[in-house]
């Protein structure tokens, strides 16, 4: 008898431990859970939308930066315009990004500055070529005279420190690496969509963002080479693969950091921006690093995800921050051009 008291409590101790055990182990969460995730983050998205093309309330209504993320954000899961149920989203998108274009060329409030800038010309050409003849009227028009406006603020004559990259204003003499990594992706697609790109900015700019690279920690740093290391160096990983810098060793060193580095996300003040750029550095890297991130990413951000489909963990704007949780949930689709096409077909 006391033989089997033992034995239930022992069991019921095993048992207890599995249970805790269970609870604290995080859930591995399938392909068809991101693509649930992916879809209630943008159905959420679209909800917010005003007829206008903006999303929030008015507050938000100047951001254009903000849009256009949303706007890549359905494009990353392949709702194009003239598709259902969210293409009508994205051209409104374009629509108001256009209407809001100051006779500059600039596309961005002063809220938002270059940055906004950037990644509203990064979005008008990755969506140029996907929309009706009338539509792509419009980009026509808009898109040559904002990517001036980035070849123009690079040329403003700066130090050797700062020369190649941008700021956030088009005249500034200063540089970071955060809105120059915008600004070159921006030109990089346009260059690859056949827009006569000049060479020497993209080539300038990859000396810039080399010159934020720590060789000996192996991250890349926003104004010097280690302060925001853990947000930006994903960027710097996505930014020269990009360009076709595959074999240059600041790539390795960075993946290198990242991996040891990036479950500090949560920690950080700009996580999802960090999050999503670390997606598509290390999706460039593709695999063990790629496949351990994305599985830490998916279990510990799906569970943070808000019954009706967004996130918010006070970083920005919440519209800001789910789109950039989708962009980074969805970098395995492929549906973004910019990160299908082969990067040196102009080399």
């Known amino acids: 008898m006391r033989r089997l008291f033992y034995g239930l409590c022992l069991l019921v101790v095993l048992s207890s431990s599995c249970i805790a055990l269970a609870e604290d182990t995080p859930k591995h969460h399938s392909a068809e859970d991101v693509d649930q995730a992916v879809e209630r983050g943008l159905a959420w998205i679209a909800a917010g939308q005003h007829a206008s093309g903006f999303f929030g309330n008015q507050k938000n209504a100047t ?3 903000v849009w256009a993320l949303c706007g890549m954000a359905f494009l990353a899961k ?7 149920p969210y293409g009508h989203v994205v051209e409104k998108i ?6 809001e274009q100051r006779p500059d060329g600039y596309l961005s409030d002063d809220h938002g500055k270059m940055y906004s ?16 003849p009338e539509l792509q009227k419009i980009i026509d028009q808009t898109l040559p005279k904002a990517l001036q406006l980035i070849i123009d603020a690079q040329n403003i004559p700066k130090d050797q420190n700062n020369r190649g990259g941008w700021r956030y204003k088009p005249d500034s003499s200063d540089s970071d690496f955060s809105c120059s990594g915008w ?3 921006a030109l990089r697609s346009a260059r690859l969509n056949g827009a006569q790109i000049p060479p020497e900015s993209i080539k300038s700019a990859v000396e810039y963002i080399l ?3 720590d060789e000996s920690e192996g991250c890349f740093g926003y104004t010097d080479t280690r302060s925001h290391a853990v947000t930006l160096t994903g960027a710097g990983i996505l930014c020269l693969s990009l360009c076709g810098e595959h074999a240059n060793p600041a790539i390795g060193r960075a993946s290198r950091y990242l991996m040891k580095n990036y479950e500090k996300l949560p920690n950080d003040n700009y996580c999802f921006y960090g999050m999503y750029y670390a997606a598509q550095g290390l999706f460039q890297m593709g695999g063990e690093e790629w496949k351990t991130f994305s599985q830490w990413m998916y279990d510990t951000w799906i569970p943070k995800q ?29 549906q973004l051009p910019i990160y299908q096409r082969d990067e040196t077909v102009d080399e």
Not at 78 to 84: A, K, N, R, S
Not at 94 to 99: G, W
């Open 78 to 84: 392949g709702y194009v315009p003239g598709t259902e």
């Open 211 to 213: 010159r934020r690279h």
């Open 63 to 65: 951001q254009s930066g």
């Open 183 to 185: 600004a070159l992706m």
């Open 117 to 132: 800038h950037c990644i509203a010309t990064l979005f008008l050409s990755e969506v140029s070529g996907m929309v009706r």
């Open 306 to 334: 808000f019954e009706d489909g967004h996130w918010d963990r006070q970083e920005q704007n919440t519209f800001y921050q789910t789109a950039m949780v989708v962009l980074a949930f969805t970098v395995p689709y492929r």
């Open 94 to 99: 374009v629509k108001k990004i256009a209407e």
